[in-house]
Each structure stands twice: as structure tokens, then as C-alpha cells.
């Protein structure tokens, strides 16, 4: 259990803190709910701790693990890149809806090295602009340097050779 102050993933807006957690009655029942306050979106969420775990709310990865996935940044290859444009943003909804990190740095990774060398469509654009920004939001939190560092990282990895 989460407690009010902590730093959590959200699926698919990325970090958010527990602003408070709550009890609310619900078909009669009390339930307990956190309060997540995501100031990218200037969103606030409650959602059932009975259910955190299953919407997908997660910590925020250690320092170690952030170092490897911008080591999957640095893979060049892109891993099963369908054609389609429409199926490959289905696919990367998919991978982002999940809320695992490594999802996140393919998805990144991905729309980066397409952008860079084919371009993308403006809904891919959009995409890759929302998953950067939780990719960065989550390394600045887990490595404690500022977005500005974490983005310079993440883009260090696409430099072109």
C-alpha cells in the first residue's frame, strides 16, 4: 500500500503523486481510495487501492533499472515494426496501457528511430510526444535530476552516428 506523498506510474499519464487517501461509500460498502494529483495533465484521480494494482499504478523504477532501459533507447534496431500505421498505434496503446517501463522506452525507441527515418503520422506524433514525456518524467524521479537532465539523457540515445 501506497502511502499520501508517494511517487507513482499511472497508466497512461505516467507520474503522479497520492495527494490523500480517502474512504468513500460505494454500493453501500466504504472503500478506501488514493487521490492521485498528476500535474502534467493538471489531473486529479481517485482510484480503489483494492484495484491499484490491477488498473496498473506501480512505483516509479530504481536508478539501476532506469540506466537499463535507456540502454534499450541506444538498441537501434526496432523490434516488430509493422507497416500499417494504424495497427503499430494500436500495438504501442497497448504496450503503454500495460504501465511497464520497458513497453515505454520500445515505444519511444520505436517512434523515435521511425520519426527520425521515415517520419510519422500526426497521431504517432502525439504518441511518441505523451510516452517521451513519461519516460522522462519517470527517470527524472528515479535517478532525482531534473526533467531538463533526464530529456538530455533520453535524447543522447538518438543521436545520429
Known amino acids: 500500500m501506497y ?3 508517494d511517487i507513482v506510474i499511472y497508466p497512461l499519464y505516467g507520474t503522479a503523486t497520492i495527494k490523500k487517501i480517502i474512504k468513500k461509500k460505494v454500493k453501500g460498502e466504504f472503500l478506501k481510495f488514493y487521490v492521485l494529483e498528476i500535474p502534467k495533465e493538471k489531473l486529479t484521480i481517485k482510484i480503489p487501492i483494492v484495484t491499484a ?3 496498473g499504478l506501480r512505483e516509479v523504477v530504481s536508478s539501476e533499472e532506469a540506466e537499463e532501459v535507456l540502454k534499450i533507447l541506444l538498441k537501434k534496431r526496432k523490434s516488430e515494426i509493422l507497416k500499417n500505421w494504424n495497427r503499430r498505434f494500436k500495438r504501442n496503446i497497448e504496450k503503454l ?3 511497464d517501463v520497458i513497453d515505454l522506452a520500445e515505444v519511444v525507441r520505436n517512434l523515435s ?3 527520425r527515418d521515415s517520419g510519422l503520422s500526426v497521431g504517432e506524433k502525439s504518441m ?5 514525456g513519461m519516460l522522462v518524467s519517470e527517470i527524472s524521479y528515479a535517478q532525482d535530476i531534473n526533467e531538463e537532465e533526464a530529456l538530455a539523457k533520453v535524447e543522447s540515445c538518438f543521436v545520429k552516428n
Do not use: D, P, S, T
Open 53 to 55: 494494482k490491477e488498473i
Open 97 to 99: 496501457k500495460r504501465n
Open 3 to 5: 502511502e499520501v506523498g
Open 113 to 115: 528511430l521511425r520519426q
Open 128 to 132: 511518441l510526444e505523451k510516452a517521451r
